[in-house]
T-cell receptor, first 114, second 115 residues
C-alpha cells in the first residue's frame, strides 16, 4: 500500500546549501502540489503541476524550483536555502482537475535551515 | 482574491464539551468547494469533508457536524461531546471549479481537549 511518499522526512541543512525534497505517488494522479506549513499561516501553495512537464507557481514560489519529468515524481528544490525556508513541506496529489476532489497528502518533510 | 479565515487560533475545552470551529471564506466564484482537514499531533493531514457551493444542507457524521451558510460565507465545524482524541489542528480550505484542485487554506485552529 504505497500512495504518496516524501523523502527525506527530516532534514537539517545550512544556509546557502541546495536541498531537494522528493515526492512520489503511485496513483498516476495528474495533479501534484507542494505546500509549506508555518505557524500562523496554515498551508501555503508553493508550486503545482497539472501533468508531466507542466508546472506553475503558487502563492509563495520564490526560492524554490520544481520539475516533473515523470507523472509520479514531483521534486522540490531549494537552490540556496535560507532560514526563512525552515518549515514543514507537504506534497499532495489529486486526480480531479475540477477542484471537487480531495487532495491526498504525504506525511510531510520537516526542514531546518541553520 | 480567495481567502479563508479561521479566527480562532487555539481552543481549549474539557472532554464532553461541544466545540465549534469557525471558518469564513471569500471568493468571487459561484462554483467552489469547501473542505475541512484534521492534523493530529502525528502530523499527517486527514480529509474530513467536502461541500460544494450549491449544497447548503448541513451534514452530520457521528459526533461531527458542519454548518454551511452562503449568506455569511461561513462553513463552521462542530464537534459534539469532544474527546481527547479530537485534539488536533483543524484546517478549513477552499477551492474553485476547474482550478486543478488547488486548495487555499485557513490558518488553522488548534483544538486541545483535556480529560
Amino acid at each position: 500500500d504505497a500512495g504518496i511518499t516524501q523523502s527525506p522526512r527530516y532534514k537539517i541543512t545550512e544556509t546557502g546549501r541546495q536541498v531537494t525534497l522528493m515526492c512520489h505517488q503511485t496513483w498516476s494522479h495528474s495533479y501534484m502540489f507542494w505546500y509549506r506549513q508555518d505557524l500562523g499561516h496554515g498551508l501555503r501553495l508553493i508550486y503545482y503541476s497539472a501533468a508531466a512537464d507542466i508546472t506553475d507557481k503558487g502563492e509563495v514560489p520564490d526560492g524554490y524550483v520544481v520539475s516533473r519529468s515523470k507523472t509520479e515524481n514531483f521534486p522540490l528544490t531549494l537552490e540556496s536555502a535560507t532560514r526563512s525556508q525552515t518549515s514543514v513541506y507537504f506534497c499532495a496529489s489529486s486526480e480531479d482537475p475540477t477542484g471537487t476532489g480531495e487532495l491526498f497528502f504525504g506525511e510531510g518533510s520537516r526542514l531546518t535551515v541553520l | 482574491a480567495q481567502k479563508v479565515t479561521q479566527a480562532q487560533t487555539e481552543i481549549s475545552v474539557v472532554e464532553k464539551e461541544d466545540v465549534t470551529l469557525d471558518c469564513v471564506y471569500e471568493t468571487r466564484d459561484t462554483t467552489y468547494y469547501l473542505f475541512w482537514y484534521k492534523q493530529p499531533p502525528s502530523g499527517e493531514l486527514v480529509f474530513l469533508i467536502r461541500r460544494n457551493s450549491f449544497d447548503e444542507q448541513n451534514e452530520i457524521s457521528g459526533r461531527y457536524s458542519w454548518n454551511f451558510q452562503k449568506s455569511t460565507s461561513s462553513f463552521n465545524f462542530t464537534i459534539t461531546a469532544s474527546q481527547v482524541v479530537d485534539s488536533a489542528v483543524y484546517f478549513c480550505a477552499l477551492s474553485s471549479w476547474n482550478q486543478g484542485g488547488k486548495l487555499i487554506f485557513g490558518q488553522g485552529t488548534e483544538l486541545s481537549v483535556k480529560p
